[in-house]
């Protein structure tokens, strides 16, 4: 009996890893499309700088998701809940922050000081997040 429980909340498990799969797909595919439909833009807009953004903000976001569907379909295959895909999901996304950070700067110098705390914050959880890959890369 204890088994058939157990046997059963794994497959609910893996249905519900599987609907999150499929809705990852279809954000990815989203982003992708808007990215399609976004880049002619940069040829119209008059703030191109901004348009750069935006395609730089979606295109990392589309690497944020790949890297958490990827996460999602180790967990369906080995059952395990590995922590490494996150630490880089929180790696792209800060330097994603930067990247944004730095290319805002150039364009509104009156919130540089609250800028570069941001970047400092940041930097400081880049640094973290860099050291816990190596580590459980290490100690794997």
């Not at 790949?66 to 999901?89: A, D, M």
């Amino acid at each position: 009996m204890k088994e058939k429980i157990i046997h059963s909340l794994s497959f609910v498990e893996d249905v519900i890893y599987v609907i999150v799969a499929l809705l990852l797909t279809a954000s990815a595919i989203l982003l992708i499309y808007n990215e399609f439909i976004s880049f002619p833009e940069f040829f119209k807009a008059e703030n191109q700088v901004q348009t750069i953004i935006e395609i730089i903000s979606k295109t990392l976001l589309l690497v944020m998701v790949l890297e958490i569907l990827y996460t999602v379909r180790i967990t369906i295959k080995e059952h395990v809940l590995c922590s490494e895909p996150f630490l880089i999901v929180g790696l792209i996304a800060a330097i994603r922050r930067i990247l944004i950070i730095s290319v805002e700067t150039a364009y509104f110098q009156e919130k540089i000081s609250m800028y570069m705390l941001e970047i400092g914050v940041l930097s400081g959880m880049i640094l973290v997040f860099v050291v816990s890959i190596v580590l459980l890369k290490k100690y794997k």
